[in-house]
């Protein structure tokens, strides 16, 4: 059926957080975007009149005016529920896209119960953090029927610069937890890296950036290594979601009796900084612990 259908084009972003509203901006600037929907209205309301989006006279009649709907929530239960909220007003041969971190089960479970209604879906979760998510540079990793993957080319190229088709319903997923895993274990060895190198009264920015030019140079270095130093813990990816991401992640790997070191230990120090209150703040905010096993002062030395 899909191969007959047109490229979309009239998406409603529902979800409008750190990552949904930027997203939101991106389509609208590609002339993609028909609405946006949240939970809170009031945010919903402020980002429509922001890019002057049509009113509608209620919600059935946006999601019935859509081919498109992005999704972008916290949990696999949020995302349950709005689905059951909007599906039935879809029109058959509309498309559900998943940018959340879900299941990988959760994701195949919505693809059956969509298709029941001749409504595609594809899970489509994302990498590159808050500011990939303003750039439009984001890394997506898509699980669908191939056919339908193509008639979303225009809108996965108008939020990400590296779109990827992974294979069928619930591959984008599992290879979202492959990268979770590898999200916490560098946040695991650059937080305590540089708490020993605090450890060491070492000239923090100097470190920063001959570390960088060389081997041990990653990402998560450059862009939150001198925030963390200075206890700048405000943006960026918040550390309670990271916590989430790992708990599917060990549900997996329970489910086929493994397990992983990274995993666990992640979890376990994610969890004493929520339980401390500290659930908002950056991933890079792991580092408070990691000072606390050297035993750090965290008096550093910039000369």
């Known amino acids: 059926m ?3 259908l047109p490229k979309l084009s009239q998406v409603i ?3 409008l957080g750190a990552m949904g509203r930027p997203i939101g901006r991106n389509l609208h600037q590609h ?7 949240n939970r809170t209205q009031g945010i919903a309301t402020g980002l429509s009149s922001e ?3 049509d009113d509608f006279e209620d919600d059935e009649h946006m999601f019935a005016q859509a081919d498109c709907v992005l999704t972008c929530v916290s949990a696999d239960e949020d995302l349950i529920t709005i689905v059951e909220e909007f599906k039935g007003w879809l029109k058959p041969g509309s498309v559900v896209i998943d940018c959340s971190t879900v299941c990988a089960s959760t994701a195949k479970q919505l693809a059956e119960d969509l298709s029941k209604l001749a409504i595609g879906f594809m899970d489509a979760p994302v990498s590159g953090g808050v500011e990939g998510a303003k750039k439009g540079t984001l890394s997506v990793m898509v699980g669908a029927d191939l056919a339908t993957y193509k008639r979303a080319d225009d809108l996965f190229h108008s939020i990400g610069s590296q779109v990827t088709y992974m294979g069928k319903v619930g591959q984008g997923q599992a290879t979202k937890a492959v990268n979770q895993v590898l999200v916490a274990g560098v946040a695991q060895a650059v937080t305590e890296a540089l708490a020993y190198a605090e450890k060491c009264k070492l000239p923090m920015a100097k470190v920063i950036e001959v570390l960088s030019a060389g081997a041990a140079g990653n990402w998560f270095l ?7 130093t200075k206890n700048e813990f405000a943006k960026g990816f918040k550390l309670s979601l990271l916590h989430k991401d790992l708990k599917i992640i060990q549900d997996s790997l329970n489910d086929i009796n493994e397990q992983s070191q990274i995993v666990n230990r992640g979890i376990k120090e994610y969890a004493e900084l929520i339980e401390a209150g500290d659930g908002d703040l950056d991933i890079s905010a792991l580092i408070k612990i990691k000072r606390e096993q050297f035993h750090n002062d965290n008096e550093v030395e910039e000369e």
């Open 51 to 53: 890019l002057n989006l």
């Open 2 to 4: 899909s191969e007959n």
């Open 13 to 15: 972003v529902y979800g």
């Open 31 to 37: 002339d993609l975007l028909l609405g946006v929907k």
């Open 222 to 228: 450059e862009k939150r290594g001198l925030t963390m």
